[in-house]
């Protein structure tokens, strides 16, 4: 017979974490609706949104005496933290950029609204500090990544440099700490399954997103390159792609994954 629920993990006995949830969700779709009209004025209402946000997770971690990403609704919703805090902490009062990672961030927490609130303890695997070291590092990756797909958006729209850099400077950070977020998964995962790479679905398409910036990189150091500036932007689009495969197709849609969530 399996073991009764926890009563104090339950969505109702923490009924303010889940408002704080809800009004950062409220927040984030109140800065897309004001960004399209006003992308200035969207500022506010996503920085109130993305404290909020920080302060339910921060409040499911502290219930759980853990990292709180131990189950769906958390994993989607850290993944929404991550592109609006991107969002917010390099803001650029553009409507197309802006609805771009807003649009994202309220897809996210779309996801985690259809997955029930409840808090659970880590399984033991979990139960090491490499895996809230490797885990938001991914996250933070992957908005830095959405932050270069929405910056080529901008620049497809009106060519401009400034937002070529910042496709390039988005690319480049994101691949920093996907690398570092590699070198720390594949500690934890000497700990968890006594090896550095497993041939795993999540593990081999997180390879190949390591390898499609890496190439990114690269390429936009080619001299014959310089005169075809749309080649990063779209490979920006492209990651963008990779990303979703690597993160939710490969826990949905690929078979059995170790890091499935």
Wanted: proline share 8%.
């Amino acid at each position: 017979m399996p073991p009764l629920p926890d009563p104090a993990l339950s969505a109702a006995s923490h009924p303010l974490l889940s408002g704080l949830f809800l009004a950062a969700a409220g927040s984030y779709v109140l800065a897309l609706a004001v960004a399209m009209v006003r992308p200035r004025w969207g500022r506010w209402p996503l920085a109130a949104g993305a404290c909020a946000h920080l302060l339910a997770m921060i409040g499911r971690g502290w219930a759980i005496g853990f990292f709180p990403l131990t189950n769906k609704h958390e994993s989607f919703s850290a993944l929404a933290l991550a592109i609006a805090a991107t969002a917010a902490l390099s803001f650029r009062p553009r409507r197309l950029y802006l609805a771009a990672m807003l649009a994202l961030a309220c897809a996210s927490m779309g996801a985690a609204l259809l997955f029930p609130f409840d808090l659970a303890y880590p399984p033991p695997l979990m139960r090491t500090v490499w895996y809230p070291l490797h885990v938001p590092l991914s996250f933070l990756a992957y908005a830095l990544f959405c932050a270069s797909a929405a910056s080529g958006l901008v620049w497809a729209q009106g060519r401009d440099p400034e937002w070529l850099r910042a496709v390039d400077l988005r690319a480049l950070q994101g691949f920093g700490l996907w690398s570092l977020a590699m070198i720390t998964g594949g500690v934890w995962g000497v700990l968890a399954w006594g090896a550095y790479f497993l041939w795993d679905p999540k593990v081999i398409w997180s390879v190949i997103l390591w390898f499609h910036y890496a190439t990114f990189i690269h390429l936009r150091l080619t001299p014959s390159l310089k005169e075809r500036p749309w080649v990063r932007p779209a490979l920006a689009w492209l990651g963008l792609a990779w990303l979703f495969v690597a993160y939710v197709g490969t826990s949905f849609f690929l078979g059995d994954s170790s890091h499935a969530f």
